[in-house]
């Protein structure tokens, strides 16, 4: 079963978390152990996960699974596209990259997924240039009336590049193509970064998406370094995010971190679970009524 809370938010978790061997199954019971309330699906640029957009019946198996644990798949980490960007000047890799995203919309509605969340980049092994762009537009707008037809909502991760790294910049492609079904969906760790290389404040920059934030990666990082960092030994200010993302409507938000195989995962994801339950749980507080709510974020 899921764990409820009296905060009125969600709390998921990010499927790499878990080791690559256990069945997705598995990942949505180990989940709900921890104390996570979804689990994020991984669609990344390797040939196995890629795999999971050709799924037919498996995904009459997975709704199954998701109605027997009690812990739905509410979103999907489109990472493909590193492979296979959306602005690739390679006529092939920008059609691939189309595929793919074709899929993953197809997918997401067979599973009853309401995000996906899509990567930041125009490109990402290649440089970017003003053709990357041009291109990436071209392909935005079409993967949004993809989107759009299946109800789906797409949403920019903020990334550790410099095209998409901040909420500010996202919103430029959203207003570009003003949809429903184009929003953001920042990641703490990298918007903390980007704060420090342009001398801002990642809640400044959170605040920007006002009305466009779909749901929170919380990641922790460091300066220069933006994964795999536990939390609390980086330098993301949790609980001004939280506060912030939550004034500004978010109520989905996902631990985002990674499976170490010589830890004892399990007792990374109940520990993690508790960090994070117990930073919404005290942002959520001060959405009380009665508590002054004016001022900065």
């Given at each position: 079963?899921?764990?409820?809370?009296?905060?009125?938010?969600?709390?998921?978790?990010?499927?790499?978390?878990?080791?690559?061997?256990?069945?997705?199954?598995?990942?949505?019971?180990?989940?709900?152990?921890?104390?996570?309330?979804?689990?994020?699906?991984?669609?990344?640029?390797?040939?196995?996960?890629?795999?999971?957009?050709?799924?037919?019946?498996?995904?009459?198996?997975?709704?199954?699974?998701?109605?027997k644990t009690g812990v739905p798949i509410l979103s999907i980490c489109l990472s493909g596209h590193r492979r296979f960007p959306l602005g690739d000047p390679d006529p092939a890799v920008s059609g691939r990259s189309l595929e793919i995203m074709e899929g993953a919309v197809s997918l997401a509605s067979r599973l009853g997924v309401r995000i996906i969340q899509i990567a930041g980049y125009d490109v990402y092994y290649k440089e970017s240039s003003e053709d990357t762009r041009r291109i990436f537009a071209v392909n935005l707008e079409r993967s949004v009336e993809?989107?759009?037809?299946?109800?789906?909502?797409?949403?920019?991760?903020?990334?550790?590049?410099?095209?998409?790294?901040?909420?500010?910049?996202?919103?430029?492609?959203?207003?570009?193509?003003?949809?429903?079904?184009?929003?953001?969906?920042?990641?703490?760790?990298?918007?903390?970064?980007?704060?420090?290389?342009?001398?801002?404040?990642?809640?400044?920059?959170?605040?920007?998406?006002?009305?466009?934030?779909?749901?929170?990666?919380?990641?922790?990082?460091?300066?220069?370094?933006?994964?795999?960092?536990?939390?609390?030994?980086?330098?993301?200010?949790?609980?001004?995010?939280?506060?912030?993302?939550?004034?500004?409507?978010?109520?989905?938000?996902?631990?985002?971190?990674?499976?170490?195989?010589?830890?004892?995962?399990?007792?990374?994801?109940?520990?993690?679970?508790?960090?994070?339950?117990?930073?919404?749980?005290?942002?959520?507080?001060?959405?009380?009524?009665?508590?002054?709510?004016?001022?900065?974020?």
């Amino acid at each position: 079963m899921t764990n409820q809370n009296a905060h009125g938010y969600k709390l998921g978790l990010y499927e790499k978390s878990m080791p690559g061997s256990l069945s997705i199954a598995g990942k949505l019971e180990e989940a709900g152990k921890a104390g996570f309330d979804y689990l994020e699906l991984s669609i990344d640029e390797s040939g196995e996960k890629l795999g999971r957009l050709e799924w037919k019946g498996e995904t009459a198996a997975l709704r199954h699974d998701m109605e027997k644990t009690g812990v739905p798949i509410l979103s999907i980490c489109l990472s493909g596209h590193r492979r296979f960007p959306l602005g690739d000047p390679d006529p092939a890799v920008s059609g691939r990259s189309l595929e793919i995203m074709e899929g993953a919309v197809s997918l997401a509605s067979r599973l009853g997924v309401r995000i996906i969340q899509i990567a930041g980049y125009d490109v990402y092994y290649k440089e970017s240039s003003e053709d990357t762009r041009r291109i990436f537009a071209v392909n935005l707008e079409r993967s949004v009336e993809m989107a759009a037809r299946e109800g789906i909502m797409l949403a920019f991760e903020t990334m550790e590049t410099p095209f998409i790294d901040t909420v500010e910049k996202a919103m430029y492609w959203i207003r570009r193509f003003p949809s429903p079904y184009l929003q953001a969906y920042p990641d703490t760790g990298n918007i903390t970064n980007a704060a420090l290389i342009y001398g801002s404040r990642a809640e400044e920059d959170l605040a920007k998406g006002a009305g466009h934030l779909a749901a929170l990666h919380l990641k922790e990082s460091k300066p220069g370094i933006y994964r795999e960092v536990p939390y609390g030994e980086g330098h993301v200010d949790f609980a001004a995010l939280a506060k912030t993302a939550l004034r500004l409507g978010v109520r989905l938000f996902t631990g985002e971190f990674w499976y170490n195989e010589g830890g004892d995962w399990r007792k990374v994801l109940r520990k993690n679970s508790k960090f994070l339950r117990g930073v919404l749980d005290a942002a959520a507080e001060t959405l009380k009524p009665g508590l002054d709510m004016t001022g900065p974020p």
